[in-house]
């Protein structure tokens, strides 16, 4: 059982195992790869009715081809995968409509659509079978202080909302065996837990509760009131020098695909 995603990260692994994609021939676009990726896990979570799911996938397929005949050809000659790059705009429209977005919240979701969109078709040869797996992901659940403050809450609020959500924000600690698990061999993993020492980067704990708060609060993890005290604790012991903030566990591992 995945994560909402995780689960959207496998399907669209699953979608091109066999390299038997849907095409936009205009653009080279394998459509439905990125958007039904998305919107079959999301779908797996809250469940939507047949015609609602049709519509949401056909818009994120236009969404995502719209702006491939805008870019290509130079974008696909330049090295871009254009699957990649336009279909993380089709996922976010897609799942935006099926989550019943206002035009603000979808404005956002394209937003963070955008800073998210990646992939070079160098990456092609290695991501074919016996090529190389690297994957990388943080367990918010381990993140906290040395000494212990109330810096802990970051990964006690994560830890308790994740199943609220679908989410398992924990799932970085299993990265290794769920490589090995996937029949990949010779892996490597390399674990560390970044610092946050001085300047901005010491209150991404408490900036980060911050943001999620009100989702926090919606699950009924903590009231406002609590909220406020919390954040505050936060605020107080980020500007304290004794204490050391410790951002989530990061986790890297890579291995040989199977041939």
Request: charged share 20%; aromatic share 8%.
């Amino acid at each position: 059982m995945f994560d909402i995603l995780h689960a959207a990260l496998l399907n669209g692994i699953s979608s091109h195992v066999f390299d038997f994609d849907d095409t936009h021939l205009r653009t080279v676009i394998h459509p439905a790869g990125p958007v039904m990726s998305a919107i079959l896990a999301l779908a797996e979570y809250r469940p939507v009715d047949g015609r609602d799911f049709l519509n949401a996938l056909i818009l994120g397929v236009e969404t995502e081809c719209r702006i491939g005949n805008a870019v290509y050809p130079d974008h696909y000659d330049r090295g871009w995968h254009i699957t990649g790059t336009a279909g993380v705009f089709g996922a976010a429209a897609s799942a935006g409509k099926l989550l019943g977005l206002s035009e603000q919240q979808m404005i956002w979701a394209i937003g963070l659509a955008a800073t998210q969109a990646a992939g070079l078709r160098e990456m092609l040869a290695i991501l074919k079978p016996g090529g190389m797996l690297v994957v990388e992901d943080g367990d918010l659940t381990l993140a906290g202080s040395v000494p212990t403050s109330s810096l802990s809450w970051f990964a006690n609020l994560f830890g308790r909302l994740g199943p609220t959500r679908g989410l398992n924000y924990a799932l970085a600690s299993d990265l290794y065996h769920l490589v090995k698990a996937a029949g990949c061999t010779e892996p490597e993993i390399e674990m560390h837990q970044p610092a946050l020492v001085r300047g901005e980067d010491r209150f991404l704990l408490k900036w980060t509760v911050e943001e999620a708060a009100p989702a926090f609060i919606g699950a009924g993890l903590v009231t406002s009131a609590e909220m406020e005290t919390i954040l505050a604790d936060m605020d107080r012991d980020t500007k304290n020098p004794d204490i050391l903030a410790l951002g989530p566990r990061m986790s890297l591992v890579w291995a040989r695909k199977p041939d």
